[in-house]
């Protein structure tokens, strides 16, 4: 439980010191069903006996956990680096002066590359849910990957909601449509930080699990 509180004021100082209020004001839309399920865990109770009863076997699923989490964090790095040289891209071509319309064209590709890169986000997160609950269920059975799903859709349940709707159990990844077309790369960065966040958490749980049995066998 510690591992995880900590890791909550650890996002929330950043939030404070590192993004604008209009920026902090959307990411915590996003974390409150995360924020909602580490505190439903941390409280004694239904919800933490159902998680106790499925956590030995989970823990065994650890390593299948963190292949679905690594090729997710591989597209995300992917899309970071992509976004870095264009802003150094854009800077040098400012520097330059270039003409109005050249900027005009350039800012024509830089919203269809969000959006792009939006729908990656999104398709990609997904694949990470269903390769976990994949994972629960080839190792532990209906019930545990049950559960985990269950887990996974209430930490990202928000995220889903304001930026993935289009895709979330459908046949659109790929897609050519998005509601989330005019979504910044602000927005674009908030998604990133925020879908990165389950995997971590899910990474603890084990953590958080092994911490609560040594207690539990002190009582």
């Known amino acids: 439980m510690g591992d995880l509180t900590t890791g909550l004021q650890c996002i929330r100082s950043y939030t404070r010191r590192c993004m604008t209020l209009e920026q902090r004001d959307r990411f915590n839309k996003l974390y409150n069903g995360t924020h909602q399920f580490v505190r439903d865990l941390c409280r004694e109770g239904p919800y933490q006996n159902e998680f106790l009863s499925h956590a030995p076997c989970l823990q065994r699923v650890k390593p299948d956990y963190e292949v679905c989490g ?35 064209n350039h800012h024509t590709t830089d919203g269809r590359n969000a959006e792009e890169d939006v729908r990656t986000v999104c398709c990609s ?15 532990c059975g ?16 928000t995220l889903i909601t304001m930026y993935c709707e289009d895709y979330y159990r459908s046949n659109k990844c790929p897609s050519t449509q998005s ?8 927005s674009l960065l908030l998604l990133m930080l925020m879908a990165l966040l389950v995997p971590t958490i899910l990474t603890q749980l084990n953590t958080w699990y092994s911490a609560t049995v040594s207690i539990v066998r002190l009582r």
């Open 70 to 104: 690594r090729k997710y964090h591989n597209t995300v790095s992917v899309i970071t680096q992509q976004q870095h040289h264009h802003e150094h891209h854009q800077a040098r071509h400012e520097r330059h002066h270039q003409q109005q319309q050249q900027l005009q």
């Open 142 to 157: 209906t019930d545990t990957a049950r559960f985990t799903r269950g887990f996974l859709d209430k930490m990202s349940s």
């Open 179 to 186: 509601s989330a077309a005019s979504q910044s790369s602000s």
């Open 125 to 139: 997160f997904i694949e990470y849910l269903d390769c976990s609950e994949g994972a629960a269920k080839k190792t």
